[in-house]
């Protein structure tokens, strides 16, 4: 997969096919809730392993019932690409 | 136990007995490395049943083979007290 960084046309029309992401500092992010802290962080170790999957590995942030899943790509000049994309993809069809 | 700020003196006191944390923008935070992703994720799982014994959450920040741990109190505040130099001290237990 490509690690040229996406153009801002494009980071649109992906995110129209990506409900509740958003494009912030030349990430993708999402913040989900759960019913407790031990729900977010099994969420944590499970989107942990599409990190693992893709060699790409999506920054993940638990404050108590809440998981930021928050990626960009550092071979793109930290910039999002193609495998952010496919990443945030990836973590929505798991957790939603 | 108590959810009254520490002193500054208090907290330099107790960071004497808590190698590697640091007190930062009145949070205790200590980061360590681990051995690839899943590692890291399966110790932030780790400290986060800490967490839940004690009903009081640090949040957690996993970066690759990164985590993150930082706690404050907010009953207190967002200021450092006794509940978050118990959880540094039981957290180092546990990751070292």
Do not use: C
């Amino acid at each position: 997969m490509s690690d040229q960084p996406l153009t801002e046309a494009e980071i649109e029309l992906a995110l129209s096919e990506l409900p509740g992401w958003t494009h912030v500092g030349d990430k993708l992010e999402q913040t989900w809730t759960f019913d407790g802290h031990l729900r977010a962080l099994a969420a944590a170790s499970a989107v942990g392993f599409l990190n693992e999957q893709r060699n790409h590995h999506a920054d993940l942030t638990i404050n108590y019932n809440k998981l930021r899943v928050s990626t960009t790509t550092h071979s793109a000049g930290n910039k999002v690409s193609a495998k952010d994309t496919d990443l945030a993809r990836a973590v929505s069809a798991l957790l939603e």
